[in-house]
């Protein structure tokens, strides 16, 4: 097939030649013939840069951090001290193990989710039009288009009026552009509006977007854990790498063996430097995900579940989100000569019985004889547009007359009647009157000789969700703003919002768009939600709120969401939302309505006090090892720990910590924000902490216990190890460490790998034996400093309070 025609030049070949090419015709391929095609072209995937399996284990030995490890390695080899080879490889294998599996399952869970994401085509097959995964498609195919639609694969579009396309994420240009019959429609353009039949010439890597993919990637700014991320990665290297170099200084003058004192230093860097933190934060993440997608809510970027837990605005789409999209014809008003039966007609012939609007099927079931209908051939039918807000068709009826008829919003409607027509006043009377009810009003036009008349309104109901009032208030009760967001009448969001339990201070568009940004930006912060609104006033409230400093969520269904929900910090594509929606969404919701957000706000909570508790124990871990090291070398001339106990002590810290992603947390109320100042100010204070019961203890086992050096090295070990373990137990909430149970698996990772630390000094296995007696001390001595630890956490928690950083 690409030998003869490619995507460029299929526009200006015939739609009858390129049937012959690919062998099809408009009744489109039969399941035998699709069967034989996907073996010939492949899958309708661009396939990601994948790395194998065992590319991704060697990785675990390349890199900076690996280097640094073998290099320890060698240098013990090169002073003879094969079991401090052995600790190190030993070492580096099982950190490699542990991080390549934690990837990996992350990496599967991740793929499960973005299986749930894949587009969908509608196909005609076997003589049936059918809904199967875009995946699935295969040149020749006959598929149909329509407004919200990602298109799968390149097209030659065949038949239909036209489509208007949004070809943005291809070319960068902000227009749509309008394609007709004979035009291509090129893989990842949106439907913004029409409705075509297309012939798929050009599937995966072959098509347009697939061999222009490595032009159009887009770079996203790191989000705001990444940031943390990198700066406590920053604040953690800067101290080791300072503190190791004096140490590695001081060594040199006083004259010890040069590769003694450089393997030293690089096993202690290595002791310090946060090895297990891009494995921790994976798999965070992913758990996170997991359970959300149990929950109805699919996540198709990760750190937008961190994004999430400082949400402090969330602009929510009303209908089929806040509303339940169920609308039914409460009342009809009529004008001139017109009769209630016409406006059902008319609105009827405006409108298509197969189409998935609910309008559409409120019609029709309020349509008492639906033959009427028969007596009316349609010509031309034009979907509803977004910005005209309206739908309309030409028509013969029997007699063979042409007339038109349309249906839309009142204002879109009054502004094609004839200028004769003074029904203007009355409408919006009426429009008022049933706004105040919560009715949305629906006109009715019949055309002629363009000569417009309003034939007459229909009163639509969209009910609240009834679990919308109490999901608002909760959101409200966890710090969340919730901002009410719909086109419909300004009179009918003010009814809304106050069923749903929002203040009525609901904006238009008129009062923020082209007012100086500082008054915008008040306008839309001080707004309860807003009516009336186009797509471009969506993306532009989203803008102006993050302006103000908030970190927004949009909610949205359609192909004109779709801008704002790209623009949000957190987007998310409700159920039902259009392939367009779900494109650019960071999160998806595969249950109707607002109340999946609760457990969206609260699982992100989760996530986040897992890392902020990950980052207090790995700085304040880091802190007591490395400095009390330090000071010990320079002020007593003494090594606390051998280079095999340092391996050892890294190796069962990163073992236990991993399963952090599974703990419980304390339950927040409020966004959760990085706050650098106190994050680092409370690590390094625990740190300081450990250090001074380290110093105590080292007194204690010289002066009390006149013990030999090497029983006091594996008594310090222990302690450590210990005391970092029960770090971890105090770094999960501000308050005392009981007041919150930890989670089996978390509590069990710790305890088994103190017992082993234990095992490994009462067993005298690469250190001095310790007697049982020692071994009590060093646990209970341990127990006594972190519970005083944990008192003074508390203590320090409330000067930060007190002094307005926490």
Not at 418 to 429: C, G, I, R, T, Y
Not at 640 to 650: G, K, R
Request: net charge negative; aromatic share 10%; hydrophobic share 45%.
């Amino acid at each position: 097939m690409e030998g003869e025609f490619n995507t460029e030049n299929a526009a200006e070949i015939p739609a009858e030649t390129l049937f012959n090419i690919l062998s099809t015709d408009e009744n489109g391929l039969s399941s035998d013939e699709v069967i034989s095609r996907l073996k010939k072209y492949g899958y309708n995937e661009i396939e990601e840069d994948r790395i194998s399996l065992i590319h991704k284990l060697l990785g675990y030995f390349w890199g900076p951090i690996p280097f640094m490890i073998e290099a320890a390695a060698i240098l013990s080899i090169l002073v003879g001290d094969l079991g401090d080879f052995t600790i190190i490889m030993s070492l580096l294998f099982i950190n490699a193990t542990v991080g390549f599996y934690q990837e990996h399952e992350a990496d599967d869970a991740i793929e499960l989710l973005k299986e749930k994401m894949a587009i969908s085509a509608y196909v005609f097959r076997d003589y049936k039009w059918m809904m199967i995964n875009a995946r699935d498609l295969v040149p020749g195919d006959i598929i149909w288009m329509r407004i919200g639609d990602v298109a799968p694969a390149d097209l030659k579009l065949l038949s239909g009026d036209y489509l208007l396309l949004d070809e943005s994420s291809l070319t960068g240009e902000s227009l749509p552009v309008e394609k007709k019959s004979g035009d291509i429609c090129y893989s990842g353009s949106i439907v913004q509006q029409g409705e075509m039949k297309g012939l798929v010439i050009s599937t995966g890597t072959s098509t347009f977007f697939g061999r222009a993919s490595e032009l159009i990637k887009e770079a996203k700014a790191p989000s705001h854990l990444e940031k943390a991320v990198v700066k406590i990665g920053d604040y953690l290297i800067i101290i080791s790498v300072l503190t190791v170099s004096v140490i590695f200084m001081v060594g040199l003058f006083r004259q010890e063996g040069l590769v003694q004192i450089l393997t030293y230093s690089l096993i202690l860097l290595v002791a310090s430097i946060p090895v297990a933190q891009p494995a921790v934060l994976s798999v965070t993440m992913a758990v996170g995900a997991r359970v959300l997608a149990h929950k109805n809510a699919i996540v198709s970027k990760l750190s937008s579940i961190e994004e999430m837990a400082g949400m402090d605005v969330l602009c929510s789409d009303k209908t089929g989100t806040i509303t339940q999209n169920k609308i039914t014809v409460r009342e009809i008003q009529v004008y001139g000569d017109f009769q209630k039966s016409d406006v059902l007609l008319y609105g009827a012939l405006a409108s298509e019985e197969e189409s998935p609007d609910p309008i559409d099927h409120a019609i029709f079931r309020c349509l008492k004889n639906v033959d009427d209908l028969k007596d009316f051939k349609t010509l031309e039918f034009i979907q509803f547009d977004p910005v005209s807000k309206k739908t309309s068709a030409w028509l013969e009826d029997s007699s063979g007359n042409r007339f038109q008829v349309a249906k839309g919003a009142p204002q879109a409607i009054l502004a094609i009647l004839s200028p004769d027509d003074k029904s203007a006043n009355k409408v919006n009377e009426k429009v008022d009157l049933w706004a105040e009810k919560g009715f949305r009003a629906l006109a009715v036009g019949r055309g002629q000789d363009n000569h417009w008349e309003l034939v007459g309104l229909l009163a639509l109901y969209d009910p609240p969700r009834l679990d919308s009032a109490q999901t608002i208030k909760e959101a409200q009760t966890m710090g969340v703003e919730v901002k009410m967001v719909t086109g419909d009448h300004i009179a009918i969001a003010r009814e809304t919002a106050a069923d749903v339990g929002l203040r009525k201070n609901i904006k238009l568009p008129d009062e923020f768009k082209d007012k100086p940004a500082h008054k915008a930006q008040r306008v839309v912060s001080e707004a309860h939600g807003f009516a009336q609104v186009f797509p471009e006033d969506k993306y532009h409230i989203v803008e102006l709120l993050q302006k103000c400093g908030k970190i927004v969520g949009m909610t949205g269904d359609g192909v004109n969401d779709a801008p704002a929900i790209k623009k949000a910090d957190v987007g998310i594509a409700v159920s039902g939302a259009t392939d367009a929606a779900k494109s650019t969404a960071d999160i998806v919701f595969t249950s109707p309505g607002l109340s999946v957000i609760i457990d969206a706000i609260h699982e992100s909570h989760k996530i986040f006090l897992r890392m902020h508790s990950y980052s207090l124990y790995r700085v304040s871990e880091t802190i007591r090892i490395l400095i009390f090291t330090a000071l010990t070398i320079l002020i007593f001339q003494f090594y606390p720990l051998t280079p095999a106990m340092l391996v050892i002590i890294a190796l069962l810290d990163d073992i236990p910590i991993m399963t952090i992603a599974y703990d419980h947390t304390e339950k927040v109320n409020q966004p959760q924000k990085w706050n650098m100042k106190v994050n680092l100010g409370m690590s390094t204070y625990l740190g300081i902490i450990g250090v001074f019961s380290s110093f105590i203890l080292l007194y204690i086992l010289i002066e009390w216990f006149h013990l030999s050096p090497g029983v006091i090295q594996s008594m310090i070990f222990l302690k450590l190890v210990l005391a970092g373990h029960l770090t971890m137990f105090a770094t999960r909430v501000k308050g005392p460490f009981w007041s919150l149970r930890p989670k089996g698996i978390f509590f069990w990772s710790i305890i088994l790998t103190d017992i082993t630390a234990t095992l490994f000094v009462i067993s005298g296995i690469i250190m001095p034996i310790v007697s049982w007696e020692l071994v009590a001390f060093i646990w209970l001595y341990a127990l006594v400093a972190f519970i005083a630890g944990d008192i003074l956490k508390i203590r320090f928690y409330r000067f930060l309070e007190r002094i307005n950083l926490s």
